[in-house]
């Protein structure tokens, strides 16, 4: 077991550093909810890797750190979270000789850090008569405050003398203080006084705030926030005690002290509860707080409404076909009249033919007059529809600002902890962008902003060496651009040093020598953006461990976005994003194949081509089209969708070309419809992941269409080339290995079960998330997936899923290995088609291959 404890220990380091970074994120106003969302997936890695001890007290103190997360427990801020943490970086540093003994002797220290973690604090208690509602008021009251707070303290702090800042300031703590007591939070209104109080004597003292002042000010911002969120549990309330005995210079002192006098709570008489709808916005408009359900409800009525409104125009279509008719008929008429030998009114024939004439003609003044009136209404009806939607959808729709409005915070608390000066420049922060967009930019903007500070702005003397000032200048700037929102992200550091990326690769073994020389700019910066690389030799809490720039493409490209870089050495690097402004909305180009209809999003397409069939090439029974310098595989839509062959006869075939990861495929098509803003909607849920389809959506017209998922089909196109290439005669191996991909995060586990079926004489293959396993999937050929459930970017459930609605993937056996043990979650397995359960608190070496061998044979059987 000596090699396995290894992989652990190096395991449980890795996840040791990452919890202490999320925990010291967490701990911040800006990165509270970022913080709290890598915890919880960073500690069920750590809770599965703890598994492989098979010790139990272990086991349960993972458990401990997993309810601190979900809000059972101490919170994050208390200290005996911290005490755990260094308790398992022991773990991950004692010497393997040293292994077993150290664990026995943990045993009492680990019983006594449990019976800490198990307190509770207590959360705010309502005043009379008020319950959640007031208190969801109350938190969200505060945390608006905080944000102003934090914000103009940043200002305050970047211009020491703008005294004019304290007033504002003195207002949000004030707010604060009351919304407080009327909660009885009586802690927080202690805090908010103190900072008042202290804000006060600086605008008494009338000269520039010190640096202590700000840490000060910055710090009950801060843990306003989370008495707010958590209570006045003791960890928070010795923190508040501790904050306001902080002594701070006084600006006009060096040594001198604030020493306010605190109004003790209970003599304050309480501000009368209420429970306002609107809050004040920026601008004097007020904001009315609706849920987000509510708001997509009306998005959909009101896209119903739209529809429902073209529905009108075939009834005007029949209107005007029947005044046609009535056109013919009075024709018909004027030539029975002439054949009757035009008869006079007099005679009883001409008097019936004038009445019917007359008829006639009412009959169509009538009918002319109900077309207008339709018309009118119709289109009317059209337009207001339309504005409803566009009234309804612009609801989604909040200010970049939001967005960013914490990002000053994060810089200068980061760049102070590097050892570095920075400042944050933000343009564009009065954008429009879709609320769900908004919250998927703040993962991928917040790791390229602490990469612009770590890799990018250098230390102080080396900029003034480098004749640039000690301040570095980080920049986010946005933009609306041709229906699209692109930010740019920039730094004027030392750039990116594109030869030792080179030697990076080469020392990593992900490229020989040879291969990397022949590597260009543009390969060499599409390398940064590979899983698990990183130019750092050395892993620290903010960087090296290869966690970064993939995860920000994978965040953009599942907004269907794009990212790239540029750099100059020595004068900075540039991050290009480009994201649709709304998720609600996206505007595609429509096509035709084989009689349906689908719509790719036009952001990822590359190019539309209509080429002439002598243009394309064929070579090793596969077509090619030479544009450029390249030659772009085409695949015919049809055939890929397994709808039947793309119609052929025509001189000019339609292409559209797609790229993902630097592979191209060209799309035949049939027609080339049209490019449309589409509302869409996602797929149910109940369907999990359907391979190349990503949405739907109603084309003007009311008619559905299916958005594709760009990303996937490629990958098939991919695929389905790979096969073709392969000679059709090849002669068919007697015997080869049976494969196995084992799809977990944790590296511990991945590497036992590794070792068990590699001993048996399987193949093995490892994807570390789900995302991983399915493309590697797509891409392979396996005879078994064993998958755990709880990983990032997809779940085991939702790639068990996909692989049995798959149609060329339905048949291979899925396990699950979980530590998830209750009947629901293995009902939930079951009920996703896998072909068996197990947990890993049973997982039993010889059961498990004993069902291996069940469900594929002996290593060495002859694959299907």
């Known amino acids: 077991m000596s090699t396995l404890h290894g992989l652990l220990q190096g395991e449980v380091r890795k996840l040791v550093a990452e919890l202490v970074t999320a925990r010291a994120l967490a701990m911040t106003a800006e990165g509270a909810g970022e913080g709290l969302a890598r915890w919880n997936r960073r500690v069920r890695s750590l809770d599965s890797a703890l598994k492989v001890l098979g010790r139990g007290e272990w086991e349960k103190l993972a458990a401990a750190l997993i309810g601190i997360g979900a809000g059972v427990g101490p919170a994050l801020t208390d200290p005996v979270c911290g005490e755990a943490l260094a308790c398992l970086q022991r773990l991950a540093d004692v010497s393997l000789d040293d292994f077993e003994p150290w664990l026995a002797s943990m045993a009492p220290v680990l019983g006594e850090l449990l019976s800490r973690l198990g307190e509770v604090g207590e959360p705010p208690a309502p005043a009379p008569g008020a319950g959640t509602a007031l208190l969801g008021l109350f938190r969200h009251e505060v945390e608006e405050q905080c944000s102003r707070l934090s914000q103009l303290l940043l200002r305050l702090d970047q211009e020491r003398e703008r005294l004019e800042l304290i007033a504002p300031l003195m207002r949000s703590a004030h707010s604060v203080k009351g919304a407080s007591r009327a909660v009885r ?463 052929v006869g025509r001189e000019r075939i339609d292409l559209v070309i797609a790229e993902h990861q630097g592979h191209a495929v060209g799309f035949v098509v049939d027609e080339l419809v049209g490019e449309y803003d589409l509302a869409t909607r996602p797929l149910d849920a109940r369907l999990g992941r359907v391979a190349d389809l990503a949405a739907v959506a109603l084309l003007p017209d009311g008619s559905p269409v299916i958005l594709l998922d760009v990303d996937d089909l490629v990958r098939s196109a991919l695929t389905r080339q790979r096969a073709r290439l392969a000679p059709a005669n090849a002669e068919r191996p007697e015997q080869r290995r049976r494969r196995i991909l084992v799809a977990d995060d944790s590296i511990s586990v991945r590497e036992l079960e590794r070792q068990l079926l590699e001993g048996r004489g399987y193949e093995v293959a490892v994807a570390t998330d789900g995302m991983d396993a399915w493309t590697r999937l797509r891409d392979e050929s396996f005879d078994l997936l064993v998958t755990d459930v709880d990983m990032p970017r997809m779940d085991g459930i939702e790639l068990t899923r996909s692989v049995k609605q798959d149609p060329r993937l339905r048949a291979l056996p899925v396990v699950i290995v979980s530590y998830r043990d209750r009947p629901e979650d293995r009902r939930r397995g079951l009920d996703a088609r896998a072909d068996s359960y197990l947990t890993k608190a049973d997982f039993q070496d010889e059961g498990f291959l004993r069902l291996v061998h069940q469900l594929i044979g002996a290593a060495g059987d002859s694959g299907p």
Request: hydrophobic share 45%; charged share 25%.
């Open 185 to 647: 939070l009586d802690a927080a209104v202690t805090l908010a006084h103190e900072l008042e109080e202290r804000l006060s004597q600086v605008q008494r003292a009338g000269v520039a705030v010190s640096d202590g002042f700000i840490e000060f000010a910055l710090g009950c911002v801060d843990l306003l926030r989370e008495l707010a969120r958590d209570g006045a549990t003791p960890a928070l309330l010795a923190r508040r005690d501790a904050l306001c005995a902080t002594v701070t210079a006084a600006p006009h002192a060096a040594a001198g002290e604030f020493t306010p006098e605190v109004d003790a709570p209970s003599s304050m008489p309480a501000p009368p509860i209420s429970a306002p709808s609107y809050i004040e916005a920026a601008d004097g408009d007020p904001v009315l707080r609706v849920k987000a359900s509510l708001v997509g409800r009306l998005i959909a009525l009101a896209g119903s409404g739209v529809v429902g409104a073209h529905r009108l125009r075939p009834f005007a279509e029949r209107q005007q076909r029947l005044r046609q008719s009535l056109g013919q008929f009075g024709r018909m008429l004027d030539d029975l009249h002439h054949r009757l030998g035009a008869p006079a009114q007099s005679t009883p024939v001409g008097a019936e033919l004038a009445a019917m004439r007359r008829q006639l003609n009412g009959s169509r003044a009538l009918l002319q007059s109900w077309i207008e009136d339709f018309s009118d209404y119709s289109r009317e009806a059209f337009d207001l529809n339309e504005r409803v939607y566009q009234a309804a959808a612009m609801t989604r729709l909040r200010p970049f600002r939001e967005l960013v409005l914490g990002y000053p915070r994060i810089v200068r608390d980061l760049a102070r902890q590097l050892g570095r000066k920075a400042r944050l420049s933000i343009v564009g922060e009065a954008l429009e962008v879709d609320r769900d967009v908004l919250e998927q930019l703040d993962a991928p903007l917040t790791h390229l902003l602490r990469n612009a500070i770590d890799h990018g702005v250098e230390r102080p003397a080396s900029r003034v060496a480098a004749g640039k000032p000690e301040e570095g200048q980080i920049r986010i700037w946005a933009a609306h651009r041709a229906g699209m929102l692109a930010i740019d992200v920039s730094d004027d550091g030392a750039g990116i040093d594109l030869e030792q990326v080179r030697a990076r690769a080469i020392a990593q073994g992900r490229i020989s020598a040879e291969g990397a020389d022949a590597l260009g700019d543009n390969a060499l910066r599409e390398l940064l953006f590979a899983p698990g690389f990183s130019t750092r030799s050395e892993v620290t809490e903010v960087s090296g461990r290869g966690v970064g720039l993939d995860a920000v493409r994978a965040a953009i490209e599942r907004l269907d976005g794009s990212v790239r870089l540029s750099t100059r050495p020595g004068a900075g690097t540039t991050f290009h994003l480009l994201v649709p402004i709304s998720r609600a909305v996206t505007r595609s180009l429509v096509v035709r194949t084989a009689g349906e209809t689908y719509a790719f999003p036009s952001l990822r397409i590359e190019q539309v081509v209509r080429a002439a069939h002598a243009d394309i090439q064929d070579q090793e029974g596969l077509q090619y089209l030479p544009l450029g310098a390249r030659n772009i595989g085409l695949v015919p839509l049809a055939e890929l969708l397994e709808l039947g062959s793309t119609r």
